[in-house]
Structure formats: structure tokens, C-alpha cells
């Protein structure tokens, strides 16, 4: 059974940083893709940054430069470090994963479908 569980979240003010974390259980995770979204209230859900199982990665435009997504085969545990962190960074970030391949991966992007998510942890950013 795969088992995605975030942490990491909380509350900053505008310029702070916050590493999010995803431990993942129930699959072999070094052949996953790996991706964080996230959710504002009122707004859809959107795409972060994604990685694939050989650690290429694609991130949103409002993020490229702040944010970093790594993961770690050894831990199986995903990572969102979040730096110069923005008030409209605020959202539930949830970690989602799911078998890939590098074309799909391309493919996709931030819209890969996904097939298994987590509970989301919760970031606030005030100025």
C-alpha cells in the first residue's frame, strides 16, 4: 500500500524559507516519479515541481529560482526546499508520486495524472 506523508509546514513571514518533506512507503520509490502541488483556497490545484526517477525536474514559473525539489532513493523521502517564500506562496502543499517514464514525464510536466497523494501539509506566508 503506498503511503505518501508530508511535513515540513508552518507559518513564515515574507522572505522566510521552509523545507517541506514527503516520506513515502509501499512501492519501489527510486522508479517513481515524484511531484508537489498545491492548492490555495478558492483556486485549483497547480503543479510545483515534478522529478523524475533520474532526477530531472520542471518547475512552476512563479518558483523557478526560489524553490528546489530534490529527493533522496536512500531515505525514500521527497523534498521542497521553499526560500524567499512570498504571501501568494501560501497554500496546502501536497506530495504526490506515481510510475513514469521519461517520455510521459516530458510529456506532462506539471500535469503528469498522478496516481497516488498525500494528506498535504499547510504553508502561510505573511508580509
Known amino acids: 500500500q503506498v503511503q505518501l506523508v508530508e511535513s515540513g509546514g508552518g507559518s513564515v513571514q515574507s522572505g522566510g524559507s521552509l523545507r517541506l518533506s514527503c516520506a513515502a512507503s509501499?512501492?519501489?520509490?527510486?522508479?517513481?516519479?515524484m511531484g508537489w502541488f498545491r492548492q490555495a483556497p478558492g483556486k485549483e490545484r497547480e503543479g510545483v515541481a515534478v522529478?523524475?526517477?533520474?532526477?530531472?525536474?520542471i518547475y512552476l514559473d512563479s518558483v523557478k529560482g526560489r524553490f528546489t525539489i530534490s529527493r533522496d532513493n536512500a531515505k525514500t523521502t521527497l523534498y521542497l526546499q521553499m526560500n524567499s517564500l512570498q504571501p501568494e506562496d501560501t497554500a496546502m502543499y501536497y506530495c504526490?508520486?506515481?510510475?513514469?517514464?521519461?517520455?510521459?514525464?516530458?510529456?506532462?510536466?506539471?500535469?503528469?495524472?498522478?496516481?497516488?497523494w498525500g494528506q498535504g501539509t499547510q504553508v502561510t506566508v505573511s508580509s
Open positions: 509501499g512501492y519501489t520509490y527510486s522508479t517513481y516519479c
Open positions: 522529478i523524475d526517477s533520474d532526477g530531472k525536474t
Open positions: 504526490a508520486a506515481s510510475p513514469c517514464n521519461f517520455r510521459n514525464f516530458i510529456t506532462y510536466g506539471l500535469g503528469f495524472p498522478f496516481r497516488y
